[in-house]
């Protein structure tokens, strides 16, 4: 074998191994890291006006910035639901420290507050919307007396989120506690919701947030029958690949939280 073909040959062999070094140090979230637990943060309000609601299910547009800021310091990468359950069920890598954000009821403060920060940090999120209260209110707290009527997101404001990567899921048609109904209302809730965001958003709709967190055994079959791949609840906790799919539990992040405990909580 002459010398140039000697060189090509270890030419070769070195190209092949830098690039397989490269593969193999990129951070990962391996199939070994199966057992991990991948936190699911739950937001509603990011508004700094308090007649907007308490701090039960309001932060400050500030105090979200420091949250996220924290998050990209500490490595956190944000992914998708639909990244999360093909991880879970097709072995796909998500990248290292996977985290999802949520945000429930498609407050118009989302993308007034939340939208800007997401875009400064290159993180994406995911939006539950109530379908029939689009562009309007909060109609389901009309009862209540005490809470402010809330602009909820228009179309305009959801289809420019959604061409940055923001995902858009269902809260239902008219966010009823699913618990309270009888079957068949309850599938309509759920899978005409469904249809029609699919039809509006030109992509398909595969989870759903339970109004309130509310669900038991009845309802989850009926979200399962719709065609959902998974349904979030208001549990606290983190997942792994055994929890349940249709009662997939978040941490929720509120008025009431410091950075000390927020940090605890999403780290422990």
């Known amino acids: 074998m002459n010398l140039r073909k000697s060189l090509g040959i270890l030419l070769v062999v070195f190209v092949a191994g830098l690039a397989l070094s490269r593969v193999t140090d990129a951070p990962v979230f391996s199939a070994a890291s199966n057992k991990e637990k991948i936190p699911v943060l739950m937001y509603h309000k990011v508004s700094p006006y308090y007649y907007h609601g308490g701090p039960g299910l309001r932060i400050t547009p500030d105090f979200f910035e420091e949250q996220v800021r924290y998050l990209k310091e500490r490595g956190y990468h944000t992914v998708s639901l639909d990244q999360l359950i093909d991880f879970w069920d097709k072995k796909a890598a998500l990248p290292s420290k996977p985290i999802v954000l949520t945000f429930d009821d498609g407050y118009e403060d989302n993308y007034r507050f939340v939208f800007p920060i997401l875009k400064k940090y290159r993180y994406t999120a ?4 109530v379908y029939n209260d689009i562009g309007g209110y ?20 959801i289809r420019a989120m959604q061409k940055s990567g923001i995902s858009f899921q269902s809260h239902t048609l008219n966010h009823p506690d699913l618990t309270a109904l009888n079957p068949i209302d309850a599938e309509k809730e759920v899978r005409e919701s469904k249809a029609k965001l699919e039809k509006a958003l030109g992509k398909p709709v595969c989870f759903i947030a339970y109004p309130y967190g509310r669900r038991n ?3 989850d079959d009926v979200v399962a029958k719709a065609g959902y791949k998974a349904a979030l609840t208001t549990i606290m906790g983190k997942n792994t690949i055994g929890t349940d799919r249709f009662i997939l539990r978040r941490l929720r992040v509120n008025g009431y939280l410091n950075m000390n405990r927020f940090k605890k909580m999403v780290e422990e």
Do not use: C, G, Y
């Open 126 to 129: 995911t939006i539950f919307l």
């Open 138 to 157: 909060n109609a389901w707290d009309s009862k209540n007396n005490l809470v402010q009527r809330i602009r909820l997101l228009s179309w305009v404001e």
């Open 217 to 219: 055994p009845v309802v």
